[in-house]
Structure formats: structure tokens, C-alpha cells
């Protein structure tokens, strides 16, 4: 069974950064797909933030490009997130996600809620 | 940037009814259309990939239909399990979610 599952801080003070792991079991990062990271703001905006394809080529949003860096470790079938110079409105819960395009994010971590505050 | 609307935001109805679900795009996206539910404290969940494909596993109760700038998402017969949030996603140009329709019980 595929399964994805996000960790990091729960909480980043303003202008640092935030870092978080996605470790993925039943299924090989450099196999296919793209392995994606969604977040959810309070009161329900979903924005997807940007994937770091099978190949290791990534995308990001381009609202966030100056701001984000998505990377893997394939010893450890890993891959990560780090948004820098973080502001309270990056607070949200982090999802981390396969997806492949046409046929949708159909794998889900449980997410993590990351707040930023001083 | 496409943007992305859904309607209602809120929707009430009863065990049984058929509800429908609309999503418009600000510009054409070709069918490139997902949607997704998400229940209180769960990920969200694929229900319908490119339109109309039923993801597997989902009940046929749910459908998908749409082009162009305009796509629904409809339950024929709501169950209590429904109760959730329902995102429609375009990835015809870059990635885009609608604000979601939260659906709940009369």
C-alpha cells in the first residue's frame, strides 16, 4: 500500500524558514509520477505549491518561485519542502501528494499544520 | 492565471436528493478537470480525474460532466457520508484549485 506522510515543525517564526519531509513506503519516488506539495490555508483555499518530477526535474507555482525549493533524497525514498523568508500568511496545513497529470493527486499524506508566528 | 469559481459555497440538502455541484474556469480548459472531497480532519480525497472518470473505489453515485468553461460534479442520491467539501482543480495551464463547495445535511 502506497503511503505518504509528512513531518517537520509545527512552528516557524517570521522570515525563517520552513522545512518539511514527505517519506513515502510502497512505492518508489524515482519510479513515476510527480510528487507534489499542496497546502490548505485556514478558511479553505487549497493552493498546489509544486511537484519535483520521477526524473528529478521540478515546477513550482509561480506565486511562490522566488520562495521555494523542492528536493529529494532517493536513498531514502524522501523528498522536501523548504519556503523561505515565511510570513503569517503561509500559515496552513502541508500536504504532501502524488499526482499525475490527467489523472489527479490520488495519493495523500494525512498533512501537517504548520503555523508562523513570532 | 485561470481562475477558478464554484457554486454554490454552501449547500444544504437531504439524504436522498440529487445535488449538483458547478465549477467554472475563466477560460477554456479543455476537460483538464479533477474533483476532490475532503471530510473534517481527513486529506482530501480524488473523485473524478479529466472530467468525468470515476477514480476507483469511488461510489457511482458521483459523476462529473462538463467543457469548456463549465463542469459539475453531481451525487444522483446524497448519503450522510457526503457531508464534505467538494474543490474542483484545473491543470490545463498551470495548477488551479476552486474555493470548494461545502455540502451538508438538511
Known amino acids: 500500500e502506497i503511503q505518504l506522510q509528512e513531518s517537520g515543525p509545527g512552528l516557524v517564526k517570521p522570515s525563517q524558514s520552513l522545512s518539511l519531509t514527505c517519506s513515502v513506503t510502497?512505492?518508489?519516488?524515482?519510479?513515476?509520477?510527480?510528487w507534489s506539495w499542496i497546502r490548505k490555508f485556514p478558511g479553505n483555499k487549497m493552493e498546489w505549491m509544486g511537484y519535483?518530477?520521477?526524473?528529478?526535474?521540478?515546477n513550482y507555482n509561480p506565486s511562490l518561485k522566488s520562495r521555494i525549493s523542492i528536493t529529494r533524497d532517493t536513498s531514502k525514498n524522501q523528498f522536501f519542502l523548504q519556503l523561505n523568508s515565511v510570513t503569517t500568511e503561509d500559515t496552513a496545513t502541508y500536504y504532501c501528494v502524488r499526482y499525475q497529470v490527467y489523472y489527479g493527486f490520488d495519493y495523500w499524506g494525512q498533512g501537517v499544520m504548520v503555523t508562523v508566528s513570532s | 492565471d485561470i481562475q477558478m469559481t464554484q457554486s454554490p459555497s454552501l449547500l444544504s440538502a437531504s439524504v436522498g436528493d440529487r445535488v449538483t455541484l458547478n465549477c467554472k474556469a475563466s477560460?477554456?480548459?479543455?476537460?483538464?478537470l479533477n474533483w476532490y472531497q475532503q471530510k473534517l480532519g481527513e486529506a482530501p480525497k480524488l473523485l473524478i480525474y479529466y472530467t468525468n472518470n470515476l477514480q476507483t473505489g469511488i461510489p457511482s453515485r458521483f459523476s462529473g460532466s462538463g467543457s469548456g468553461t463549465d463542469y459539475s460534479l453531481t451525487i444522483s442520491s446524497l448519503q450522510p457520508e457526503d457531508v464534505a467539501t467538494y474543490f474542483c482543480f484545473q491543470y490545463n495551464s498551470g495548477n488551479t484549485f476552486g474555493p470548494g463547495t461545502k455540502l451538508e445535511l438538511k
Open positions: 519535483i518530477r520521477y526524473s528529478g526535474s521540478t
Open positions: 510502497g512505492y518508489t519516488i524515482t519510479s513515476g509520477y510527480d
Open positions: 477560460q477554456n480548459i479543455n476537460k483538464n
